[in-house]
């Protein structure tokens, strides 16, 4: 839908095009302010279910020095799972070296030395997907904390809360056509 709004373009379709951009133009952010207090505010489902709340968190934790490293450890930790079985070891060591054992890794929670030593057992008897299971779980259990609180005071979250009226919005629109209701403008969430 969002391209079809971009489409430019001569006779019928730049008057569909006028009607979609419309149709899909986030509302003001005072606008959204009361979904603030309604909508779930739980780490999982915001920013690891959610696509739109998963890639603004992530820019977010981008922008911060601290947080980037951890969202690096995740997509590195995910590269990992979907490699060939035979590229799994030397991908998990690479991880390893990269995070855990470089002077210059950046900066993660504290992850025992424990773990870090299962990790590496694991590694080397069998590299299965669930090998950084449990650094995975600290790091988001990290992420849920602070950061999360951080982010939900940012102005990314007041992003996904335009992005989330508007779904709002889209959803009684399309239920109306369903029922065969006059579509008007875009109802407001007031």
């Known amino acids: ?26 509302p003001p952010v005072s606008q959204c302010s009361e979904l603030r207090h309604f909508i779930e505010k739980d780490y999982s489902s915001l920013c690891d279910k959610q696509p739109i709340g998963r890639l603004l968190f992530r820019k977010f934790c981008d922008i911060q020095q ?4 951890c969202i690096e450890f995740l997509d590195a930790v995910a590269e990992y799972e979907v490699a ?9 060591l690479q991880i390893l070296h990269m995070f855990f054992d470089a002077e210059a890794a950046p900066p993660l929670p504290e992850i025992p030395a ?23 779980r600290i790091v988001h259990n ?12 940012s102005s990314y979250f007041s992003r996904f809360l ?29």
């Open 142 to 153: 990290y992420l849920s904390g602070e950061p999360f609180e951080a982010y939900k005071e």
């Open 114 to 136: 424990r773990v870090l030593r299962e990790c590496q057992l694991k590694l080397k008897q069998n590299p299965g997907k669930d090998v950084f299971e449990e650094c995975t």
């Open 84 to 92: 060939a079985d035979e590229d799994r070891r030397s991908c998990g």
């Open 66 to 69: 601290d947080l980037k490293g």
């Open 162 to 190: 335009q992005w989330k009226w508007l779904e709002r919005a889209l959803r009684c629109r399309f239920v109306a056509f369903l029922r065969g209701a006059p579509i008007g403008p875009i109802p407001t969430m007031s």
């Open 1 to 26: 839908l969002l391209l079809k709004a971009r489409q430019g373009g001569y006779g019928k379709k730049s008057g569909r095009s006028k009607k979609w951009r419309e149709m899909l133009k986030l």
